[in-house]
């Protein structure tokens, strides 16, 4: 274990994940951030782990049964901050929120595909994607981790 607090914290697997995603999507319900980021038996306690060190605080949701996570101050000026680094590494935040915002849409979080939305989607998709210099169209499959995939032969 290092003496370095930064190094232990951030050297857990998924705590980058589910700092960015309270970031960009807000107070998130456990279940939610196990949907989009992962689940594994250790994410309880690593989100305690964010709690002990102050980046990330329980509250209660609006109906006051669901508790929801979310950043503190501390944790929004560290999550802002590897935001800046993922873009300075060539990064595509805008490609992981269109992901989820997919993900959350299509029943992964349990709500009804809306298909006008997703068309919406796939045309900010194709957008980005010609903007960062991709000319293919479609979602990034999984082997291509949101890269341009390599255009039909």
């Known amino acids: 274990m290092s003496d370095i607090i930064i190094s232990n914290l951030l050297g857990e697997k998924h705590t980058i994940d589910i700092l960015i995603f309270l970031y960009i999507f807000g107070s998130r319900s456990r279940t939610d951030i196990y949907d989009h980021t992962s689940y594994c ?6 989100l305690q782990m964010l709690e002990r060190q102050g980046l990330i605080e329980t509250k209660h949701g609006i109906d006051h049964k669901t508790m929801m996570e979310t950043l503190t101050p501390a944790g929004a000026e560290l999550a802002k901050s590897l935001i800046l680094m993922e873009e300075s ?3 595509n935040i805008e490609e992981f929120k269109i992901r ?3 993900d959350m849409l299509t029943g ?3 709500l009804m595909p809306v298909p006008h939305i997703i068309r919406k989607l ?7 994607s010609r903007r960062n210099g991709c000319p293919s169209r479609g979602w990034p499959s ?8 390599a255009e039909p032969a």
């Not at 038996?41 to 690593?46: D, E, F, N, Y």
């Open 89 to 91: 590494v060539g990064g």
């Open 142 to 149: 999984p082997r291509t981790s949101g890269a341009c995939p």
């Open 108 to 110: 992964r979080d349990h």
């Open 100 to 102: 989820v915002l997919k």
């Open 122 to 128: 796939d045309d900010v998709r194709v957008r980005i």
């Open 41 to 46: 038996q250790r994410m309880p306690q690593k």
